[in-house]
């Protein structure tokens, strides 16, 4: 290519990348006069001024693209570093006194962070242009308009059914969907938790099939946050959590199949998502209730299903964050036979309690889990893979088990060794251990690939087996690498194993 050849096609490429900003326009969404504003955050976008709102652990601002979008903020004080994560992103902040200035390429979720502050950030939900908006007048829609705060109470979707709530829409209630089929939560608004004054979990989807969240914006739950339980043919796409009481977990997937989540946010305190098993379908003669009640969660025994599966569950291309519980969870209730088939792929930890755990606190056999594409910016521990006997499982002792409203601390010399709860788990006497193997599972054919990790994290990792019998097996990391570190053996990596054979360490790619 001559030298002028390329001044023209570098021109061109200029000029369509200015015409591109100049098409492109934000589209603002109409939020509630009273729902409460930053006074931490002033926002332009497109020099455009845009308002962003508060929240009790950070402020968020939320609208749509149509192409890049320019984004400044202005602080109140001069920050001297921004961080945008998650770092693949690739977004960075050009910082001049007290503003920064970002591009964003096309519509993401990201969180910045001035000074390492994780008091008040500042997150971004940048949503793609809505499309396919269904009807205000369909029978068949629940349909919440922008602008307004709905006090909605108790949402129930029946088969063919589809909430939709439009950006800058705030509805306060819960949904509940049982024994439906092809139902949906669309739409860019809030489903808001943040006067809501007890625990109970608040999207519930028990029994269903064919099951849509797309592009929904959860804040502040008090409970779980999505519950499926017992159900098949779920889709996430682009669904966010902000959240940090109690119990607040972002996904909890309860006894289901084909599972799809996919360019997710989950921001809370508890487990950013859970694979459990409590509940199977057709359960009879138990409260719906306590099924969806963080409190009594495991309070009843179910029949066993000889040779159940649970599964298929595949959580792609999202974005993690949690202050004290794992950022993904296989565990603790698992009263099914196996779990099998759970991929957790191309996805970032930005912050995590733990990054990954197993604990499996019954029956179940957990195998054929693979976490690859993986990038964790920070943990306090890595991973905790661990098979016991714990306070949620079916035969705990009486006065130790979870669901006892009047339960007491396990005992000092009934704790583990190693845990990253230690008071989460009941170790039985030497002597006693095999009283309580018949109701103990597995773990095993776990493969962790291509995981890098940008920080060591501040405790090690733990695997640790009930027994030589019931124990963790098939452990495969290929292409761990920490602080830059290529991760070759267990010494490299300073984990804790305990009842486990079989772990291998490959250089990866």
């Known amino acids: ?52 709102y508060s929240t009790k652990k950070g402020s968020f601002l939320s609208f749509g693209m149509t192409g890049p979008a320019e984004l400044t903020v202005t602080y109140q004080t001069p920050p001297a570093e921004v961080i945008i994560r998650p770092l693949s992103a690739g977004v960075k902040a050009t910082l001049a006194g007290n503003t920064c200035t970002f591009t964003l390429p096309r519509p993401m979720n990201l969180s910045v962070e001035a000074d390492g502050d994780l008091s008040h950030p500042l997150f971004i939900f940048a949503n793609p242009e809505l499309t396919n908006i269904p009807s205000k007048t369909d029978p068949k829609v629940k349909y919440f308009e922008a602008g307004k705060i709905h006090d909605a109470g108790e949402i129930i979707l029946k088969d063919d059914e589809t909430l939709y709530i439009e950006g800058g829409a705030v509805v306060r209630g819960v949904v509940r969907a049982r024994n439906a089929r092809n139902v949906a939560v669309r739409g860019a608004g809030i489903i808001d938790a943040s006067t809501r004054k007890h625990k109970i979990n608040m999207l519930v989807f028990r029994e269903c099939e064919n099951v849509l969240l797309e592009n929904v914006f959860i804040l502040d739950s008090f409970g779980w946050t999505v519950h499926l339980s017992g159900s098949e043919n779920i889709k996430l796409s682009n669904t966010r959590v902000l959240a940090w009481r109690q119990n607040c977990d972002g996904l909890d997937i309860e006894y289901c199949k ?252």
């Open 1 to 52: 290519m001559t030298r002028s050849h390329l001044q023209t096609t570098l021109g061109l490429l200029t000029s369509t990348l200015a015409l591109s900003f100049a098409q492109a326009k934000p589209i603002t969404y109409t939020f509630p006069a009273e729902f409460p504003t930053s006074e931490v955050y002033e926002v332009r976008i497109d020099d455009q001024p845009v308002q962003a």
């Open 258 to 509: 084909n599972v799809r989540a996919d360019g997710c946010f989950w921001q809370t305190t508890d487990d950013c998502v859970a694979v459990k098993a409590i509940y199977p379908p057709g359960v009879t003669g138990i409260p719906f209730e306590e099924m969806i009640n963080p409190e009594t969660l495991g309070k009843h025994k179910v029949p066993r299903i000889v040779g159940d599966v649970v599964g298929d569950v595949l959580i792609t291309n999202s974005v993690l964050s949690n202050a004290k519980g794992q950022t993904f969870e296989i565990g603790f209730e698992l009263r099914v036979d196996k779990v099998s088939g759970v991929t957790f792929r191309n996805c970032d930890v930005i912050h995590g309690g733990v990054g990954f755990s197993i604990h499996n606190g019954d029956r179940a056999i957990i195998e054929n889990m693979l976490l690859d594409d993986i990038r964790v910016e920070q943990a306090n521990r890595l991973i905790d893979f661990t098979l016991g006997l714990s306070i949620y499982s079916d035969d705990c002792p009486g006065p130790y088990r979870r669901s006892n409203p009047k339960r007491k601390a396990v005992p000092k010399e009934h704790r583990p060794i190693q845990a990253n709860n230690v008071y989460q788990w009941y170790v039985p006497a030497e002597q006693d251990l095999g009283k309580f193997e018949a109701n103990r599972g597995l773990i095993r054919n776990i493969t962790v690939r291509n995981m890098i990790v940008a920080t060591p994290p501040r405790h090690n990792s733990i695997f640790s087996g009930y027994n030589t019998k019931h124990n963790i097996s098939g452990i495969t990391f290929d292409g761990l690498e920490i602080a830059g570190k290529k991760i070759l053996s267990v010494e490299d990596s300073g984990m804790y194993l305990n009842h486990v054979k079989d772990i291998r360490f490959l250089p990866g790619k």
